[in-house]
């Protein structure tokens, strides 16, 4: 893991010879690029350097030669770079990882298959492979429902839910047009379009009470676009209303969880954060401040603390009987 | 990088690729083009050395194994080559299935602290012939936490078998306290990253989440300077850190509410004021307490009494919130 730029270059223009050779009737540049994960016009230049480099002595028999066809291009001379250079042990840990970790995710991918590369990768990684991982990566996210939504997934077809909505504390039924999975902080997510509140919603596994493959295509209208997970998972709209929290120490990890804004170092309580949330949903807010204890007392809006209060004063009521 | 050096670096790997008599530095020099001539000064000797040393540091961070030593006894200094079969990955094919796997289980690196080795590693098995369209197949994309700014250095002091100092804050804690460990492993359990090793101070294996170490942890002393224990299994040190015992808690629920909780319990019947009575289980009361809190009055706890405790305490504190006595 060194500056991406210069090693990152390098590791390319030293596999690019090999890459081509190991294709003999030649390769698209386009398709060329996207293996190497680069812009076409990058991977022209990358050629361009290569193709004055060469054995000692740079005679014309001696540097790498490439014959351009049209948009093809392949390799005619390759100086004896035939082969791509081994992993280092940083690139045979990312995939040994990745590939144990897939074998302990049942209903992904096609568990012999799994075994049967990750012993072969581990074959070839050799002495990188020896070292003991220094990482590790346990999901423990196994729903049953993983293996049906992934049915529906491969074969295109809509899903039936029964999904529990923890903010209303509701079971509720609908029809999806699931669009993908995702695993997030731990947890797996299926992204759909709801047929019933016509919108995209992520759906958490572990709520899933019930699932059914339907015979019926999927099918995700035009305005259904997957949501970019740099912004985080819960997207609440720029208009909503704003509910103000004031964090104690042991609940801060709200403020990493849910987008907040102006996250406010505080004295009061010692160590607290206060913090600013859009929701439309104040019945989630609810129950996000009961469920914190009393960790976080509510500065805004008043309706909101005077609800967590008078639900937690007739819960005391009972227990006083 | 500037496309002199990357060109003379492609040529160096090539010449020394080719040989497999050591080749001194004087020859590299003359034969490989980009390096200084030798136009007899000091001042080009000079500059040649530098840039000579540099490019074999760079070469060697990339992982090309450049030997150094002397073909024979009559050579007056070492000289350098490269053996062809430390150098090239081995023969490797995979099946469509299998590179499926390949692809789709390098995906979890997307987005997470490997992503650079797992790109590197993927243009490797290309260039090896193997074809993995990560394009295919059914839409998943699995994501690690991406933003641990402790992760590379416990990663490489940990892959490097050095020494760690850092700051940790607990969450009970007021103050970050400087801990000095020897690194083991980083896992990333349940979608949270940890650190674990060997305490130096506590003398005493210790879990840390990575989210908690502050500032950047700093790596000293040489590699290799431990053995983590024969038997580890990184998980399940932190899957232990993390075990409770079960406990089974009792609880009251007016009929028609508290679906969440009703989804994983055992219902008992009903009580004699027609609540349903229900067995729930967990490893984290206090998480389930907060739980069992937030139904407010459709849910009472009957046993046992420390839970009942708990859940009162949480209700009394919340009572307090709207600031009405």
Known sequence: MTAPSTAERMTRLLALVPYLQARPDGVRLADAAADFGVAEAQLRRDLDLLWVCGLPGHGPGDLIDLAFEGDRVRVTFTAGMVRPLRLTTD?????????RTLLELPGLAEGEAVSRALAKVSAAAGHAAEVRAPVAVSVGAREQSLSVVRDGLERQRALHLHYYV??????????????????????????????????????????????????????????????????????????????????????????????????????????????????????????????????????????LAEQVAAEARAALARYAD | MAAKRAERLVNLVIALLGTRQYVSAAKIRATVPGYEPDDGTERADEAFKRMFERDKAELREIGVPLETGRTSVFDTEDGYRIART???????????????????????????????????????????????????????????????????PCYAAARDRRELTFDYRRPDADQASRRRVQPWGVVAWHGRWYLVGHDLDRQAPRVFRLSRVTGTPKASGPAGAFEPPADLDLASVVAGSERREEQLVVVRARPGTAIGLRRHAVPLGPAEDGDDRLELRTTEPWSLADQLAAYGPDVLVEAPQQMREAVVERLTRLAALDGAA
């Open chain 2, 86 to 152: 430390d150098y090239e990955l081995p023969e490797i094919t995979l099946t469509g299935e299998e590179a499926a796997a390949v692809g789709l289980a390098l995906r979890l690196w997307q987005s997470a602290q490997l992503a650079g080795a797992a790109q590197s590693a993927l243009v490797k098995l290309r260039a090896a012939g193997v074809d993995v369209d990560q394009t295919r197949g059914i839409p998943i994309q699995p994501r690690l936490d991406a933003g641990e700014p402790a992760f590379e």
């Open chain 1, 166 to 303: 923890p903010s209303r504390d509701e079971r509720t039924e609908r029809t999806v047009d699931p669009m993908r999975l995702l695993l997030v902080d731990g947890h797996w997510y299926l992204e759909a379009w709801c047929r019933g509140a016509e919108g995209v919603r992520l759906f958490r596994l572990d709520r899933i009470d019930e699932v059914a493959v339907l015979d019926e295509a999927a099918a995700p209208p035009p305005q259904a676009h997957e949501r970019d997970l740099d912004d985080g998972l819960y997207q609440p709209g720029a208009e909503a209303p704003v509910v103000r929290l004031r964090l104690a120490r042991t609940a801060r990890w709200v403020a990493d969880y849910y987008p907040v804004e102006e996250p406010t170092e505080v004295s009061d309580p010692p160590g607290g954060l206060a913090v600013a949330v859009r929701t439309s949903d104040l019945a989630w807010a609810r129950r996000l401040v009961a469920s914190l204890g009393g960790a976080a007392t509510v500065d805004e809006p008043a309706e």
């Open chain 1, 91 to 99: 690139e045979a840990v990312a995939l040994i990882v990745a590939l």
